[in-house]
């Protein structure tokens, strides 16, 4: 499986802001880039997906970003609340083919939001 | 969604046994697959469950150690086998859909002590 690199490690923002999570990928035949959150406990659940035929993806609160010449993508959460503290993982897979659904995670973000 | 139903959801084993997971989808899905998560760790692919026929395993995952079933389209078990201390982990049960999202079981917490 080829590389998802993910940044930062950890997160911590105050109620109301901004937080930005990025990724980085090398295999350039992935066409599906998603977002998963998952709280302790719990499996991953999807927040946002995004494919490279758009730059930007936004619903409610999360923004996904995405620059396909530099192979980058980022999840943008706007007004940051308490109950937004949970692990991020950006994934990478493609659409089509045999690799169909094999998501490559990246490493996580564990994001903080104080009151 | 599919709505995604893994079981056990946690387990304390002993050493050199061996435990079933079972993953039931409450719709027929395309793909099945099975991921392993380690403490404070990502989520690593293991296997592509195939419906009537072997699973592909990915590479530094072996079929002795994690034997997989999927007899139908809704119903997949993946074993952890011969278990050491280093299996303790998140198993995690994921369907797809062609051109839809992947989703998530809850995940299976195993210990081995």
């Known amino acids: 499986q080829q590389q998802v690199k993910q940044s930062p490690q950890s997160l911590i923002v105050q109620k109301g802001g901004i937080s930005i999570i990025n990724c980085a990928y090398e295999?350039?035949?992935?066409?599906?880039f998603p977002w998963y959150q998952q709280f302790p406990g719990k499996g991953p659940a999807l927040l946002i997906a995004?494919?490279?035929?758009?730059s930007e993806k936004k619903e409610g609160r999360f923004t996904i970003s995405f620059n396909k010449s530099a192979k980058q993508f980022s999840l943008h959460i706007m007004d940051s609340q308490p109950g937004d503290s949970a692990t991020y993982f950006c994934?990478?897979?493609?659409?089509?083919?045999?690799?169909?659904?094999?998501?490559?995670f990246g490493q996580g973000t564990i994001l903080t939001v104080h009151p | 969604s599919a709505v995604i139903s893994q079981k056990p959801s946690r387990d304390i084993c002993q050493r050199g046994t061996s435990l079933t997971i079972q993953c039931q989808v409450d719709?027929?899905?395309?793909?099945m697959f099975w991921y392993r998560q380690q403490p404070g760790q990502s989520l690593t692919l293991i296997a592509t469950a195939n419906q009537g026929s072997e699973a592909t395993y990915e590479s530094g995952f072996v079929i002795d150690k994690f034997p997989i079933s999927r007899p139908n389209l809704t119903f997949s078990t993946l074993t952890v086998s011969n278990m050491s201390p280093e299996d303790s982990s998140i198993y995690l049960c994921s369907v797809g859909q062609t051109n839809t999202e992947a989703f998530f079981g809850q995940g299976t917490r195993l210990t081995v002590v």
């Open positions: 995004i494919r490279p035929d758009v």
């Open positions: 719709s027929q899905v395309t793909m």
């Open positions: 994934a990478a897979s493609r659409i089509r083919g045999t690799s169909y659904g094999k998501l490559t």
């Open positions: 295999n350039t035949a992935f066409d599906y």
